[in-house]
């Protein structure tokens, strides 16, 4: 049976403090990234429990235009383009080709899962350098529904012809392995900073520091170590 | 016919800022309390999409522990005691009496509306001496999903024998109010800060400084100012 391991991109494996300067200058405060993209996140939950599903893209612009109300900055359609076009270069982590090559030197086959649309995570892993890396990208867009739902994890099984049980998910963030677990998928929680924590409610089956020993946990964890 | 206002309460009604000095002794961080909060929130979102609905309270004491594992404190029960009794010993915010004054003098029926369960807001409202100030405690308990599940907010709406296209939601929460119009409801945005923004995905039908303020514009929109 082929391990497949699916990876969250945005934070997981593209490093989106690349756009701090950007916001510092569009907002006048350096935490306004850290702020619009929990606000995207949150903004994706509640319109997914009002049953007003938007792509993550529209959530992210309406996040930007809450952010800068905060901040008292209108934004320019000229603005909004420069964070469009800069979330398209953001680079990987520093771990990350350590940790996907080593994946792959084990066996196993790797999927981009994103909340983007896949032709934007398509251009992101381009511009990264991860092209190769990658067996296949999957979209949130494939289920009409943003992660954590879990018919985006359930449709994500199902175009990989896998059983949920057999499919792991790893992210930096609680909420993304909560819905993975959800769906019956394994989590693995990478904690590269404080901030990013366990659940207690949804703990993770392995936690490791960087992709490359995350990795290493979950092929110990199948027995394969 | 009778204009019923449902108030959300954390936050809206009662000043969680209160709660500042306590979150910076256990956590040695002033901006702990606003990362918790905002942690109990994805992590009850998050659940919610998962299909695994916990009460508030207890998503608000899984977000303790992960803000004690971001600051690297490990809380005790009492810790977590001292928490729990606090947010039942939170200050009405300084314009709330008069705003609720206002409304009850228009005739306006006012509404709890809370994610706590009732008792605990019950509590809340008792110590903020605000008790007489309601005609009812709702409670996201009684429809078993959390807000902004729309269920939560239809009923509501049966439990006080209105349809939804009568009442509003007064909050300073967006996803409050995009939750409350997806079940037919109107929403009122209450901003006494600058992070107390509207969604334009989900703009609200009226935006106020303060509460008396929100209920005149909720009287003037329809057509009784």
Chains 1, 2 share one sequence.
Request: charged letters at 20%; one cysteine or more.
């Amino acid at each position: 049976m082929t391990l497949t391991c699916l990876f969250d991109i945005n934070e997981t494996v593209l490093d989106l403090s690349a756009l701090d300067g950007l916001f510092t200058d569009l907002f006048g405060d350096p935490q306004s990234r850290t702020l619009w993209f929990a606000q995207t996140l949150q903004n994706a939950m509640s319109a997914e429990l009002c049953g007003r599903h938007a792509p993550f893209e529209t959530q992210g612009q309406a996040a930007l235009e809450m952010i800068g109300a905060r901040f008292g900055r209108t934004l320019t359609a000229a603005d909004k383009q420069r964070v469009a076009d800069a979330l398209k270069r953001l680079p990987a982590h520093a771990d990350v080709r350590a940790g996907l090559d080593f994946a792959r030197a084990q066996g196993v086959r790797c999927i981009a899962f994103s909340n983007n649309a896949r032709a934007a995570t398509r251009a992101q892993l381009e511009y990264a350098g991860l092209s190769d890396a990658f067996a296949d990208i999957l979209s949130a867009e494939d289920a009409g529904a943003s992660k954590p739902v879990t018919a985006t994890y359930r449709q994500a099984a199902s175009s990989l012809g896998q059983p949920a049980e057999d499919l792991w998910l790893i992210a930096v963030h609680a909420w993304d392995i909560a819905g993975a677990q959800a769906a019956g998928f394994k989590g693995a929680l990478l904690q590269r900073r404080p901030d990013q924590v366990a659940n207690p409610l949804a703990p993770p089956q392995v936690t490791a520091g960087t992709l490359q020993e995350a990795v290493a946990r979950i092929l110990a964890h199948e027995g394969r170590g």
